[in-house]
Nanobody, 120 residues
Framework: QVQLVESGGGLVQPGGSLRLSCAASGSIVSIHTMGWYRQAPGKERELVAR???????RYADSVKGRFTISRDNAKNTVYLQMNSLKPEDTAVYYC??????????????WGQGTQVTVSS
């Protein structure tokens, strides 16, 4: 069993910053890709950013230059530094990971989500 647990969400004013963390635990052999997705009310879930075990990154156009994704492979943890936040960044943010478990199979796991609200 693998769990992804997010932390760091909250309420912030426009222009402010937040840092999200997601720690994976359980029967993990390796994690290829970890990422962050978000879902705003009435909208579909969308990719925010993702990072491979080798450090290659991909960002949604809407967050380029404002958000930075990073990971600590030794801790199976991924981070999302969010700067210059805008009201349109308000959403539930979900952590995602492609995890190789002890059976050597790869599965996709999701965290429970953390709310980010950008409002004055």
């Amino acid at each position: 069993q693998v769990q992804l647990v997010e932390s760091g969400g909250g309420l912030v004013q426009p222009g402010g910053s937040l840092r999200l963390s997601c720690a994976a635990s359980g029967s993990i052999v390796s994690i290829h890709t970890m990422g962050w997705y978000r879902q705003a009310p009435g909208k579909e879930r969308e990719l925010v950013a993702r990072i491979t075990s080798g450090g290659s990154t991909r960002y949604a156009d809407s967050v380029k230059g404002r958000f930075t994704i990073s990971r600590d492979n030794a801790k199976n943890t991924v981070y999302l530094q969010m700067n210059s936040l805008k009201p349109e960044d308000t959403a539930v943010y979900y952590c995602n990971g492609l995890v190789v478990v002890i059976t050597r199979n790869e599965y996709e796991y999701w965290g429970q989500g953390t709310q980010v609200t950008v409002s004055s």
